[in-house]
Antibody
């Protein structure tokens, strides 16, 4: 069965960076894109970007351009997201999600459990 | 960016009620519209993709309709486990925006 397992909670100081991992299993890692979505406390889901795990192409929301990077390690079937220059506004649960490809109209069919990132001085 | 607007933002309903949630896109997105259910402290779960296709394992009381800019999620007979927040999302173009959510509460 498809599983996405994320790394554990993080506490960071303002100005620092955070890197979260998302390990995939149960399917061919390079066949489906991985997306990152975050949710601040009490707020809506916010799409951040995605990576084509086959060719390493990425697309980011302009809101995060310049301080957000998605990478992947195909040998480990793992995707990573790194967010820099953190502020308190970045305190949120960060999710990775796998889309269903073209047959699923690129909907997000599988999700990781979420990683809480807290930014506090 | 394409703006996704859901209505209502919240609703109260009883078990057995028929519930309808709407989602409007700020421009045409064809059928690239998906619905998710999220319970407190949990990751979202895909219910409906491509506006009207039921995701595997999702009960048939959930249905979706619409195309272009206007979409609807319907729960035909609300069950206790359906009390949650529902989000629409478009995958027509990046950024893949979500609606603000509709919280379904117990009356």
């Amino acid at each position: 069965q498809v599983q996405l397992v994320q790394s554990g909670a993080e506490v960071k100081k303002p100005g620092a960076s955070v890197k979260v991992s998302c390990k995939a299993s149960g399917y061919t890692f390079t066949s489906y894109a991985v997306h990152w979505v975050r949710q601040a406390p009490g707020q809506r889901l916010e799409w951040m970007g995605w990576i084509n795990t086959g060719n390493d192409n990425t697309k980011y929301s302009e809101k995060f351009q310049g301080r957000f990077t998605i990478t992947r390690d195909t040998s480990a079937s793992t995707a990573y997201m790194e967010l820099s220059s953190l502020t308190s506004e970045d305190t949120a649960v960060y999710y990775c999600a796998r889309d269903l490809g073209s047959s699923g109209w690129y909907s997000l069919g599988y999700w990781g459990q979420g990683t809480l990132v807290t930014v506090s001085s | 960016d394409i703006q996704m607007t859901q209505s209502p933002s919240s609703l109260s309903a009883s078990v057995g009620d028929r519930v309808t949630i709407t989602c409007r896109a700020s421009q045409s997105i064809s059928n690239y519209l998906h619905w998710y259910q999220q319970k407190p402290g949990k990751a979202p779960k895909l219910l409906i993709y491509a506006a009207s296709s039921l995701q595997s394992g999702v009960p048939s009381r959930f249905s979706g309709s619409g195309s272009g800019t206007d979409f609807t999620l319907t729960i035909s007979s609300l069950q206790p486990e359906d009390f949650a927040t529902y989000y629409c999302q478009q995958s027509y173009t990046s950024p893949r925006t979500f609606g603000q959510g509709t919280k379904v509460e117990i009356k």
